[in-house]
């Protein structure tokens, strides 16, 4: 490979991740002019889903040639310097790894892999389930992989030969792979974009100009002006090349949809249209039901920015109690979530939120977030708030409690660091030191959904839509041993 024809950042460390998927954002376009900077606008909008690394992939001439980094898209390309990249035809990814254990640059996507025809790229955003099992299979004969990432297994069943000379090389590359994938894939004059027959993550197609974009949030379309066209459907292939636009059916359909509800609960942006529905209306719906579900007399309804922001007005709105601004947000914190130490997190969570003491002073206050995972954060928004002179905190939940793993591409710590894995309700409200705590029942849930069975919940009812026959419910080995560094 031509060093120079793909640019990233050293990091010695390098771990097959114990859970190595992702919840990402992808943006892709075909047909129109200087698409590297298409894409920089497309993945702009979705930094929410990924702020660890971006990169962007494009082909000119017939040649492929990526940037990509550790940091936010700004950070990685500053000063126009998307504009190095030509062409118009590309892929780009924001990547939000995992792992607690911080960014590793060879992970970062767009992946490059040049095959015996040529390089392709591919942008994944999911969990492949079984991509353990493939890559040892892989492995044992005599496959070197270059990243800890299932995504790579991808580039892989692409380069085998009994892949390679099918004429449905992509679309069996594709059924080999169990789990959660939602695919931008490039080769240089075509684009590809695939979704796993269970339909786990987002994934839509748009027009501009005379060319096709494609995103996993419909907000990255209005954005860049886009016109938003519909979504790939849940196994479909599409695929673009100069003689048009194409679709197929992968194999597996039929497997039963599972879009990941946690998408709506909090994921993705309030603005973005996700399997059909607007994300903000949904969230409102859900304060206006938990308000049905766990009335309380209080003096004013707050939202814990921003991520409460939607329920809470449907909750004040539906109780009638006033709307108020009990804490202001520091945009400068970085993501806390994924810190990796208790105290790290616990700290940084009271530099992100401050209590607003005249807003809260002497008053019954319920306070609207969208989940509760570790429980680290809301515990602190709770003092802070008897702090500022609060005299009740009641706590009201978006969703149901968070009493299991992910393996399909949501960042849910193991079992024992769940809070409600091991806790009651009361044990956590106690836990919280709140006056009251009220969930989301399962049913208020799924409520806004004409079919509810399309939807995966198994993060609070623990049944996992795959089973076994793919990697033991998709739960992975350990890590393997560092290996090499990879300088792309
Ligand atoms: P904690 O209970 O301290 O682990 O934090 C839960 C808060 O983090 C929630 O209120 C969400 O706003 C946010 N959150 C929930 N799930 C995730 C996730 N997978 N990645 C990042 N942030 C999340």
Not at 36 to 65: C, M, N, P, V, W
Not at 269 to 293: I, K, M
Request: hydrophobic share 35%; with cysteine.
């Amino acid at each position: 490979m031509d060093p120079q024809d793909q640019i990233g950042e050293k990091n010695s460390a390098s771990v097959y991740e114990d859970r190595p998927g992702e919840e990402c954002g992808l943006f892709g376009v075909f047909g129109c002019p200087d698409a590297a900077r298409i894409i920089y606008d497309g993945l702009f909008s979705q930094q929410h889903r990924g702020q660890e690394g971006a990169g962007i992939a494009t082909s000119d001439s017939g040649k492929i040639r990526c940037l990509k980094g550790l940091g936010l898209l700004s950070q990685v390309f500053p000063s126009n310097r998307a504009s190095e990249l030509k062409g118009n035809l590309g892929i780009g990814h924001v990547r939000y790894s995992t792992t607690g254990g911080g960014a590793i640059a060879h992970n970062v996507q767009p992946l490059i892999g040049d095959c015996v025809d040529g390089r392709w790229a591919v942008a994944h955003n999911g969990n492949i389930v079984n991509a353990h099992e493939l890559r040892r299979l892989h492995q044992e004969s005599g496959a070197l992989f270059q990243t800890g990432t299932d995504s790579e297994m991808f580039l892989h069943l692409l380069a085998a030969p009994e892949y390679r000379k099918s004429p449905k090389r992509v679309a069996h590359a594709c059924e080999a792979l169990c789990g959660a994938y939602s695919f931008l894939i490039m080769s240089r004059d075509r684009l590809y974009a695939a979704r796993d027959p269970h339909g786990f993550k987002p994934l839509v197609m748009g027009r501009l100009g005379g060319g096709w974009v494609f995103a996993s949030e419909t907000c990255a379309f209005t954005q860049i002006g886009a016109e938003y066209e519909r979504e790939i459907e849940p196994g479909e292939l599409v695929t673009v090349d100069s003689g048009g636009i194409a679709s197929t059916r992968l194999s597996r359909v039929g497997a039963g949809l599972s879009h990941c509800v946690f998408e709506i609960v909090y994921f993705s942006r309030p603005d973005s249209r996700v399997f059909g529905h607007n994300v903000h209306q949904v969230r409102v719906s859900y304060g206006e039901r938990l308000a049905e579900e766990y009335p309380v007399e209080a003096d004013i309804v707050v939202a814990v920015p921003d991520s409460g922001n939607s329920a809470a007005l449907g909750y004040a709105r539906k109780s009638g109690i006033p709307y108020e601004m009990g804490f202001i947000r520091n945009h400068y914190v970085g993501r806390t979530f994924i810190m990796p130490g208790h105290e790290e997190r616990a700290s940084q969570a009271d530099k992100k939120l401050a209590a607003m003491p005249e807003t809260v002073r002497g008053k019954r206050v319920i306070v609207v977030d969208d989940s509760i995972v570790r429980g680290t954060t809301m515990r602190r928004r709770v003092r802070i708030l008897r702090e500022a002179g609060a005299r009740q905190v009641h706590l009201r939940i978006s969703c149901p409690p968070v009493a299991h793993p992910c393996y399909y591409g949501i960042d849910f710590p193991t079992p024992d660091e769940l809070i409600a894995s091991s806790k009651s309700v009361e044990e956590i409200r106690k836990y919280m030191d709140a006056d009251s705590l009220g969930y989301l029942s399962v049913s208020g849930l799924l409520s806004p959904f004409a079919d509810k069975r399309s939807y995966c919940i198994a993060c609070f009812d623990g049944a996992y839509p795959i089973e076994t026959g793919c990697g033991d419910k998709g739960i992975l080995d350990e890590p393997e041993e560092p290996t090499a560094g990879y300088d792309p």
